[in-house]
């Protein structure tokens, strides 16, 4: 596929998102399908379920590329597959609310069609020591954890206007980029679509947010990241761009009451000069609160910062410590 | 910017799990290539899990120090 082609889809990808997004962000409240933005005086009811627009994207665009393919790539479907899945299983849980320990089953249970086209012994590429060779552990552990535990990741560093759509476009663009470097077109194409679905939905998701990703967008970017990696031979620059998720995810973890701490403590509180007060459990957005104040367009800009700063360490590792 | 100051301190939890893992792979050299990759991944994700209290005592060591 040639160049145009592929920023033809990806504007598509952007355009229907945005479209889409606009659309959802008034029939959702319509229809009740709404949260309150907490971190706002009066905590105003704003359309959830907004990562629907950016699965719809996806799909429509990744289908235009299978038939221009000849769905020819099995890589690229098992891909598609896998982040489908992971979005219809956010999609479950925006509708029924579903308890935290079943999720990652259902997210593993989306990464099947990459095992099965990844089936076979295998290594994982880390700098300075080269291959590590774990066998059959790829396709039967690495790659199921590694979507469930991405998906998750995700899942909880997320709350705030545009911290979801922004830190899923930022890791995402990363990823892409040494994908289209290492010339894995499958893992290229999946990132593409998935970047330019993302910004399309975060033109209504930034600050004053008209829509929340809700489930369906958080646990499908990462998917999305891990499929890119497991595609492209990437793992060790996604475990580096999925740090700030990942430190937000273990602090929550090891805490006295492991992803109990907001129903202990209460959630973010907002002062009437819009700055954010933190409640007294870890977490990664509340030690940005704790060092200085912060209103929440700030505290998402410096979690976005944080997000690239990590990028930027993965791209620069893949590229020159080999 | 203090913000910057988190980010600065996260990076305990990239080069602490890192380092460590890295130790462990040259320490091992004699074991099952297997087993030294899987033992390397255990460490590295318990290194990882330390190293996150450690960043939290940072940041919280920072804010103290800044309040008083």
């Known amino acids: 596929m040639n160049l145009p082609a592929v920023a033809g889809v990806g504007l598509l990808a952007g355009v229907l998102s945005y479209v889409s997004a606009r659309y959802l962000s008034t029939k959702f409240v319509k229809m009740g399908i709404t ?102 552990i790829f396709p039967l552990a690495v790659v199921p954890l590694a979507v469930a535990i991405s998906a998750n990741f995700t899942n909880m560093l997320a709350g705030f206007n545009g911290l979801e759509a922004g830190s899923a476009v930022i890791a995402l663009a990363a990823l892409t980029l040494l994908a289209a470097l290492r010339s894995s077109y499958p893992a290229t194409i999946i990132g593409f679509i998935l970047v330019c679905g993302y910004l399309g939905f975060l033109v209504l998701n930034w600050y004053p947010a008209k829509i929340f990703p809700g489930d369906t967008g958080t646990l499908m970017a990462g998917a999305g990241i891990a499929t890119i990696a497991i595609l492209a031979g990437l793992e060790f620059a996604a475990i580096v761009v999925s740090i700030p998720a990942g430190i937000d995810f273990t602090l929550k973890m090891v805490a006295k009451r492991p992803f109990g701490g907001r129903r202990v403590f209460g959630d973010t509180t907002v002062g009437e000069d819009g700055h954010l007060s933190a409640p007294a459990y870890p977490a990664l957005v509340h030690a940005f609160m704790r060092v200085g104040p912060l209103t929440e367009r700030g505290l998402v800009l410096s979690v976005l910062g944080m997000q690239a700063f990590y990028s930027a360490l993965a791209v620069t590792i893949t590229l020159f410590l080999r | 910017m203090k913000q910057a100051y988190v980010v600065l301190a996260s990076l305990v939890t990239f080069v602490i799990p890192n380092a460590v893992a890295l130790g462990v792979w040259f320490l091992a050299g004699d074991l099952d290539p297997i087993i030294r990759s899987l033992g390397s991944i255990l460490v590295w994700i318990v290194a990882f899990g330390l190293s996150t209290q450690l960043f939290w005592r940072l940041v919280q060591g920072f804010f103290r120090r800044d309040t008083q």
């Open chain 1, 35 to 136: 949260g309150n933005d907490i971190h706002k005086p009066g905590k105003p009811v704003t359309a959830e379920m907004g990562g629907l627009s950016v699965l719809f994207a996806f799909l429509t665009c990744s289908v235009v590329i299978m038939l221009a393919s000849g769905y020819t790539i099995s890589p690229l479907v098992a891909g598609v597959a896998t982040i489908t899945g992971a979005g219809v299983v956010g999609m479950a849980d925006d509708f029924t609310n579903m308890r935290q320990r079943y999720k990652p089953f259902l997210i593993g249970a989306a990464a099947i069609p990459l095992i099965a086209v990844l089936w076979g012994p295998s290594s994982i590429e880390m700098p300075l020591i080269g291959a590590l060779p774990v066998g059959y």
